[in-house]
């Protein structure tokens, strides 16, 4: 039961962020280009956390899907992480592991259910 509870949260969480990439929120798309991340990419970033959200939800009926989701999600959020600290911008690095986070703690409770 934790186990859903904390996917459904994770993958909203996800999907929010998004939203906020494809619909360009200013507090997005400003430090993303401050960080240096091509404007055209950002469709494409977003779309992967959309799949991604879709995928932790999906998992919660096909298990493989939820773990190959969550992997891809760490991944991007782990990316997200490294590109802030390249662009030395230290005071904006909780946000993507505000994103990592639920993620990984959705896969760690997958696993033990």
Same mark, same amino acid.
């Given at each position: 039961?934790?186990?859903?509870?904390? /996917?459904?949260?994770?993958?909203?969480?996800?999907?929010?962020?998004?939203?906020?990439?494809? /619909?360009?929120?200013?507090?997005?798309?400003?430090?993303?280009?401050?960080?240096?991340?091509?404007?055209?990419?950002?469709?494409?970033?977003?779309?992967?956390?959309?799949?991604?959200?879709?995928?932790?939800?999906?998992?919660?009926?096909?298990?493989?899907?939820?773990?190959?989701?969550?992997?891809?999600?760490?991944?991007?959020?782990?990316?997200?992480?490294? /590109?802030?600290?390249?662009?030395?911008?230290?005071?904006?690095?909780?946000?993507?592991?505000?994103?990592?986070?639920?993620?990984?703690?959705?896969?760690?409770?997958?696993?033990?259910?």
């Amino acid at each position: 039961m934790i186990h859903t509870i904390v /996917t459904v949260l994770a993958a909203a969480w996800v999907a929010f962020s998004a939203y906020a990439v494809l /619909t360009r929120a200013a507090w997005v798309v400003e430090p993303l280009a401050s960080y240096g991340v091509p404007a055209a990419w950002w469709p494409w970033l977003g779309a992967a956390k959309a799949a991604g959200a879709a995928g932790l939800l999906a998992g919660l009926l096909v298990p493989v899907i939820g773990i190959l989701a969550g992997a891809g999600l760490v991944l991007y959020f782990t990316g997200a992480v490294i /590109t802030v600290l390249r662009a030395r911008s230290y005071t904006t690095v909780a946000y993507p592991i505000l994103y990592l986070v639920p993620v990984i703690a959705a896969l760690a409770l997958g696993a033990t259910a």
